[in-house]
């Protein structure tokens, strides 16, 4: 290896047509390939071995950073380092955070929790994540996650007015990034030390609106009477009669219904509570999804969405329905009228009416001892509560006086 330096000039290197190598010095040359091609390398001896480092081309690699590049290399040398396994190692790290972007560790999260979460809950979850992680932080790399990065997406859903769903964000955000850091994709928490209420504004808890039993006359007629989509009206009036939860009601299969015995099987994925709930359908509620039968009886579910007919209806559907209507009340909210007219009728019994709501016993120790679900029982309340419907809908309903067959 010649001791003389810097022997290359910028002219000469892009002057050079020959096939061969041209050395600069210390190591440093560059090679033209037959094809034409510049390429910077440099040879070097550590541990008795002879060793070669691929720099780059020229001229996307100018001279000067070939040398600056070679200077680097060398105080590496002089410390035992060696610099091809430094940079197979960074070429290692950026293909590894290329692969584990925010997005992907994001997406694996998700499908690790799906034993764990209802159908309801996963579509939430991946919902929330599209509209407000994915667009900013979704292509970064996790490992790149820092505190503010968290905060910064929180508050932006936050300064939206949506002060509810920023705080579910938040603790979705830091349940991702605790099972990332557990999982080794990261090595420091960066959501481990921040505190809802250190970050986003008081949320005042409210109920959602549900409608009063003296309500319930119009509401009935303005069912009946409803001008808007026929699949909207019959989703409001079977989730109406049956006390499901909205995703439960509008994720309804055909294959769900057991018409001869007149029961609605709801699997347990797209339950709350991750059990399977039978539901005792009234001679009401198989009539509104009788009512679907020329419009969906050909697609999956009851109550497909008309525009994406291989969807369900949302939510929000059904609430800017009772919008239509004239009401505040929400559609979750119809289940709280269910329970609160329910349980002041004293017709029932109060855990015949829980189990109707699909909610789980509090008490492990009575819940582990109390397996019945109370089927014949609440097939009696179901029919009860139709019939107080449709007598709320005529306004000649007396205390008492309902059948329940």
């Known amino acids: 290896m010649s001791k003389a330096n810097n022997k290359l000039t910028d002219t000469k290197v892009k002057a050079v047509k020959t ?3 041209y050395f600069d010095g210390d190591g440093l040359f560059v090679e033209v390939t037959k094809s034409g091609s510049k390429l910077w390398r440099l040879k070097y001896r550590i541990a008795g071995a002879e060793k070669l480092l691929a720099i780059g081309g020229y001229p996307s690699v100018t001279l000067a950073q070939a040398r600056q590049t070679k200077d680097n290399a060398k105080a590496q040398i002089a410390k035992g380092i060696d610099p091809s396994l430094t940079k197979k ?3 290692a790290k950026l293909a590894l ?7 992907a560790c994001a997406e694996a999260w998700m499908r690790h929790n799906v034993p764990k979460w209802s159908e309801g809950t996963q ?3 991946m919902s929330s994540f599209e509209r407000d992680v994915f667009p900013s932080l979704g292509n970064r790399a996790i490992s790149s996650l820092k505190p503010q990065d968290i905060i910064k997406t929180a508050k932006a859903v936050e300064a939206r007015g949506a002060t509810d769903q920023s705080g579910r964000l938040l603790q979705r955000l830091k349940a991702f990034t605790r099972w990332a850091t557990v999982n080794q994709l990261i090595e420091f928490n960066p959501s481990g030390d921040l505190k809802p209420d250190e970050i986003l504004k008081k949320h005042i808890v409210k109920n959602r609106p549900a409608l009063q ?6 509401f009935m007629m303005r069912l009946n009477n409803y001008r808007g989509s026929t699949v909207v009206a019959s989703c409001l009036r079977f989730l109406t009669l049956t006390a499901l939860r909205p995703s439960e009601a509008t994720g309804v299969q055909w294959t769900d219904v057991d018409f001869d015995n007149a029961t609605l099987i709801i699997s347990a994925s797209r339950m709350k509570m991750r059990k399977e709930h039978r539901v005792p359908l009234s001679k009401q509620a198989l009539q509104a999804i009788e009512e679907m039968r020329p419009i969906n009886g050909h697609r999956k579910y009851v109550f497909a969405s008309i525009s994406k007919p291989t969807t369900t209806l949302s939510e929000n559907t059904l609430n800017l329905g009772l919008q239509r209507m004239g009401f505040e009340a929400t559609s979750h909210g119809m289940r709280a009228t269910f329970s609160t007219i329910t349980n002041e009728s004293l017709n029932f019994r109060r855990e015949v009416i829980e189990h109707a709501l699909a909610h789980q016993e509090r008490n492990k120790v009575v819940a582990a001892y109390n ?3 109370y089927f ?3 097939k009696k309340l179901m029919q009860w509560w139709a019939n107080y419907l449709d007598a709320k809908a005529r306004q000649d309903f007396e205390s008492g006086a309902l059948a329940t067959n």
Do not use: F, I, Y
């Open 123 to 125: 579509k939430a979850v």
């Open 97 to 103: 955070e290329t692969a584990q972007t925010v997005k």
């Open 213 to 218: 039993s003296n309500q319930l006359h119009d």
């Open 19 to 21: 096939s061969g190598k």
């Open 376 to 378: 014949e029982e609440r």
């Open 89 to 91: 190692s960074a070429k």
């Open 371 to 373: 397996r019945s679900d």
